[in-house]
């Protein structure tokens, strides 16, 4: 396996599918116990991540300009 | 006097008599009672009982105009003076004042059914060109990381979006592509913002929006260029224009098209953040059961191959063969014996280690799990770790880590 991200620099689709990706190995694959471990401890973490982004999550609305993007704030 | 008796003969009416006999006949003139009539408002006037009275007038001639309150009150439209209108109803007298007028029941604009005739018109040409072809539709994303937005920055259509969106996907990021909605520049602009988010910001899904207005003021949906560009974009499109019953070009052109732009801000997010919470839930007591279940499949077998092992073992066979073969070397029999042994010793230190691993249940008793640090080898045994290494000790509620300073063989 590639070495992981750091559980902290992830992303909401980066860490769910992740973890999606993870429940499924542990349910299909036989694993040595101590990948089994590795697994639901990275598994943990993940939820953590998932849990926080979500509850943090802040809409962000910027503009097109003609140059790029600026932050909008005329609402 | 010859002119008396022919005088004579003519009939000598009062002024009512005259006049009721004009609204007779006006009114018994079926072509009288049903017509519309085109002109210009002028004279308005509504006064406290709730009637209307207005002048319809072209370039040449007048008609006075009442509404009763009865049907001003299911006009579709507000009357002003120097507005253009196609006036419904019965020709009659008004008797005081000795003038005809029209007595109105029903109003609508000059021009909408020119411009209802061009809108189908276009439509029908599209239509065969295959523009809105189901084929065409591209699927709308389950859960957008970025939302392109093109509708004015002002109006109340872009603030009823944005708080749909925070409200059921604040994890999404959106991109408002600030457009004029009506008026003659309106279709350059809506396609230059369709062509800039598509080449520059590539959103997942791009809303073109409107608040509700009359017909000329959603024209700009209708334009062709905007209804092409909707067909052309790469980005799958949800249109809101309008309200319920509006629908415009873009509508059929748009690969969803939304009753209103908060309806479209909800067809972009399917999957609300309330759904993923769910998920997420559901994926961590998938995690607890399948670890659970893991580690108890593990523990079953180890406790069947102990079974297997005691019950068909070659030392049981030779046990009760060994009267009919009692010339079998005893040295083969207490090697295999003390072979068997050894095996039954591990299945039981792995059947001990199994439960020490056990996140859930084990540490909770105060057991702990200890891993070296540099490559989280899990250490079961002193043979794994020299003086001065760094180990990381799990409890329950976390881990600190150690550092091996002597060592014992147990």
């Not at chain 1, 542990?26 to 990275?42: D, G, H, I, P, T």
């Not at chain 2, 792995?350 to 899990?378: F, H, I, M, T």
Request: hydrophobic residues 40%; glycine residues 6%; negative net charge.
């Amino acid at each position: 396996m590639t070495k992981q991200k750091a559980v902290a620099d992830l992303s909401f689709e980066e860490a769910s599918s992740e973890l999606e990706a993870l429940v499924a190995t542990l349910e299909s694959e036989q694993k040595s116990l101590e990948e089994s471990l590795a697994l639901f401890e990275r598994g943990q973490a993940l939820i953590k991540r998932c849990t926080e982004l979500l509850d943090k999550a802040e809409l962000k609305v910027k503009q097109l300009t003609g140059e790029g993007t600026t932050d909008f704030e005329g609402e | 006097m010859s002119q008396i008796p022919l005088f004579e003969t003519a009939p000598h009416w009062t002024v009512t008599e005259l006049t009721r006999y004009l609204r007779q006949v006006l009114e018994s003139d079926s072509s009288l009672q049903d017509v519309w009539v085109q002109g210009e408002i002028s004279n308005f006037s509504r006064p406290s009982s709730g009637h209307l009275y207005f002048t319809l007038k072209d370039f040449n001639s007048s008609l006075r105009c009442v509404v009763w309150k009865n049907d001003a009150m299911h006009l579709h439209m507000t009357l002003e003076n120097g507005m253009a209108l196609e006036a419904h109803g019965a020709i009659s007298v008004y008797e005081v004042g000795g003038q005809y007028q029209l007595y109105v029941d029903l109003i609508k604009p000059v021009g909408e059914g020119a411009l209802y005739q061009e809108f189908l018109r276009q439509k029908a040409l599209m239509e065969a060109e295959g523009l809105f072809d189901l084929s065409r539709k591209r699927p709308i994303p389950e859960l957008p990381g970025r939302i392109g937005i093109i509708t004015s920055p002002t109006g109340a259509a872009l603030r009823d979006m944005l708080n749909t969106l925070r409200r059921r996907l604040p994890l999404a990021e959106v991109i408002l592509a600030p457009s004029l909605v009506q008026g003659d520049e309106a279709p350059v602009r809506l396609v230059a913002a369709l062509q800039n988010l598509n080449d520059q910001v590539n959103p997942d899904v791009i809303l073109i929006a409107r608040g509700g207005g009359s017909i000329e003021d959603l024209w700009a949906f209708n334009d062709e260029r905007v209804v092409r560009a909707v067909a052309a974009s790469k980005i799958p499109v949800i249109s809101g224009v309008g309200h319920e019953t509006d629908f415009t070009l873009t509508d059929f052109a748009a690969d969803l098209r939304a009753p209103t732009p908060t309806a479209a801000a909800e067809l972009a997010t399917p999957i609300t953040v309330d759904d993923l919470k769910y998920a997420v839930v559901q994926m961590r007591s998938t995690l607890l059961e399948t670890t659970q279940s893991m580690l108890e499949r593990q523990r079953v077998k180890l406790g069947t191959t102990d079974f297997g092992l005691r019950r068909f073992s070659p030392a049981r066979r030779l046990q009760t063969d060994r009267q009919r073969v009692d010339e079998l070397d005893h040295r083969i029999e207490t090697s295999i014996r003390h072979r068997l042994e050894l095996s039954i010793l591990r299945t039981h230190a792995q059947d001990q280690r199994l439960n020490a691993l056990n996140p859930l249940e084990v540490l909770r008793r105060g057991y702990a799990v200890v891993s070296r640090l540099k490559d989280e080898k899990l250490i079961d045994s002193v043979k794994l770790v020299k003086r001065g290494d760094d180990l990381r000790v799990r409890v329950v509620d976390g881990a600190f880590e150690v550092n091996v300073t002597r060592k014992t063989s147990g």
